[in-house]
């Protein structure tokens, strides 16, 4: 490979590193793109910049982190460049709105889309050559997870498994923003079709702070990471583990137990806490509702639950939702959405279907929560949230397995897997009942993954002034709800590409 000539940005000032002022942020470094800003504007920026501790770079090279531009399109700011014997996407491309927010905050403030120049296919990568002559192939990726694809196939679970146990951790002891921003980074890296090897590799990435840089570079440097490593032995992470993973066991009630010296299911089973009826279910059922449920066990519950809907309410619609829905082979729970095209006829199919399943003995515990969504004219009555108001059941079914598999318990490793020998199993499953008008949005909300649902509201709100949750879209500047049919006019309202299911693995 011959190695990448660079030709200089012709320029007046000698200097890359003479600031009128000491530099702030040393690792922000900014360089102006001098096409259609004319070359007085450039160098007045320049010096505006350096007053307020920017450094700023005359000429474009490696360490330059932002590029910006004026009245450019991003592409012909890329074409230009690269003309220039430049390959830029190892920076942020923005435009001169993120300079100026900037200067006034008196920061470099978070790059929002609207700062951003747009039109590269991001899936499209380019190499480039660094100093020492190796190729490394870099892209832009979006900052939002909902304006990606991210398939099932992670090249990077290495680093991503790393990343979510940090995250689980930092939720676990109540910080989620941390665990958000954690999830967020873990999901940049399984959108990257190549497994990573090289640091280099993720500079411009979104979402990568300094934290989970570093995890990844102790990875990529010594196999491991000491504070995933760490945190694995800790005795609070593996207790709180445990007892959140029961069913019905929320942080609160985890952490009592945890400082009250509870720190497995066996202590909890001989503590003689008093429980409630869902931990006394998820107690009994531990090690069923641990086990991955298969997309064949969830194809048997969907043929019983569709068959009890129809019994009761004729000419309802069915669908698998979660996971299940995005392609996944196992999953926790099952999950469904229920409605009927006769908006209202949907109202009470619960109880009834409920009351067929259990006297068909499917149910081994169910908890069910009426719709309290109400729909004001004047927009929603609470900011978009993950919490949703639709009828729904809870319920851990009663799965028979037995008759399908042959048992084959001589050649069977013990707890290796539980077919063959157990013809019975316990199996979560989660019904939501939707009314017709809602259903896109319900669908939208409940196939996951719950990222992708996080980062679609994030969108909404922050890029469009749009409230979206699992029953609406409200558009703020306008002051009214916008109407969907299916997800695609959903994607289409939000100014979004059309993701579907199988790609929302974020
Ligand atoms: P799940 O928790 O079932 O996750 O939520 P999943 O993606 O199916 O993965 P498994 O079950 O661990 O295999 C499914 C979807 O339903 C939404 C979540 O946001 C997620 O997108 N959901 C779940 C809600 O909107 N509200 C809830 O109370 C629960
Ligand atoms: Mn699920």
């Given at each position: 490979m011959v190695p990448l000539k660079r030709r200089k940005?012709?320029?007046?000032?000698?200097?890359?590193?003479?600031?009128?002022?000491?530099?702030?942020?040393?690792?922000v470094v900014l360089f102006l793109l001098e096409r259609k800003m004319g070359s007085s504007r450039r160098t007045f920026l320049t010096d505006l910049c350096r007053k307020k501790g920017f450094r700023v770079n005359e000429t474009f090279s490696e360490s330059v982190t932002h590029v910006i531009s004026e009245k450019n399109k991003g592409d012909d700011v890329r074409r230009w460049l690269r003309s220039q014997g430049h390959d830029l996407t190892i920076a942020h491309l923005v435009d001169i709105g993120w300079l100026t927010d900037s200067l006034r905050a008196g920061h470099p403030v978070d790059i929002l889309e609207g700062h951003k120049l747009h039109t590269t296919d991001y899936t499209q990568s380019t190499h480039k050559l660094t100093s020492s002559g190796g190729e490394v192939t870099t892209r832009s990726i979006p900052?939002?997870?909902?304006q990606r694809r991210t398939t099932l196939s992670n090249r990077n679970t290495i680093f991503t498994d790393a990343l979510l146990l940090l995250a689980e951790n930092a939720e676990l002891s109540g910080d989620d923003g941390r665990g958000l921003a954690f999830r967020r980074g873990a999901a940049v890296l399984k959108a990257l079709p190549e497994a990573v090897t090289d640091m280099r590799r993720l500079r411009g990435c979104p979402c990568l702070g300094e934290h989970s840089l570093r995890v990844i570079q102790d990875i990529l440097e010594t196999g491991v990471s000491r504070e995933v490593e760490s945190t694995k032995q800790s005795e609070r992470y593996q207790a709180m583990k445990v007892l959140t993973g029961i069913f019905g066991v929320g942080l609160k009630t985890a952490d009592q137990w945890f400082r009250d010296g509870i720190q497995n299911i066996h202590q909890l089973r001989h503590s003689g806490r008093t429980l409630n009826r869902a931990q006394q279910a998820g107690l009994a059922h531990y090690d069923d509702l641990m086990q991955p449920i298969t997309k064949a066990e969830a194809d048997v519950i969907a043929n019983i639950v569709e068959e009890a809907v129809q019994a009761e309410l004729p000419g309802s619609q069915v669908t698998l939702v979660g996971g299940f829905r995005r392609g996944n082979p196992s999953g926790h729970d099952v999950d469904f959405l229920i409605t009927h095209p006769q908006e209202g006829r949907e109202e009470g199919v619960i109880a009834k279907v409920v009351s067929r399943l259990e006297a068909q003995d499917f149910l081994l515990y169910q908890k069910t929560t009426r719709n309290s969504y109400m729909k004001s004219n004047d927009g929603p009555a609470r900011p978009a949230s993950s919490m949703d108001h639709f009828e729904r059941c809870l319920c851990i079914f009663r799965l028979t397995t037995g008759e399908q598999h042959e048992p084959k318990a001589c050649t069977q490793a013990p707890g290796e897997d539980s077919e063959g020998r157990a013809s019975k199993r316990a199996v979560r499953v989660d019904l939501v009942v939707s009314p017709f008008s809602q259903v896109a949005f319900a669908l939208l909300g409940w196939t996951g993954s719950k990222l992708f649902e996080r980062e679609l509201r994030r969108w909404a709100t922050r890029e469009k002034n749009m409230s979206l949750s699992s029953h609406a879209l409200y558009d703020n500047k306008q002051g009214r709800y916008l109407k969907a049919a299916t997800e695609e006019e959903i994607f289409a309202h939000l100014s979004l590409d059309y993701i579907p299911p199988s790609d929302r693995n974020t």
């Open positions: 940005v012709p320029s007046s000032a000698s200097s890359d590193s003479s600031p009128d002022v000491a530099c702030k942020f040393p690792q900052a939002y997870a909902c």
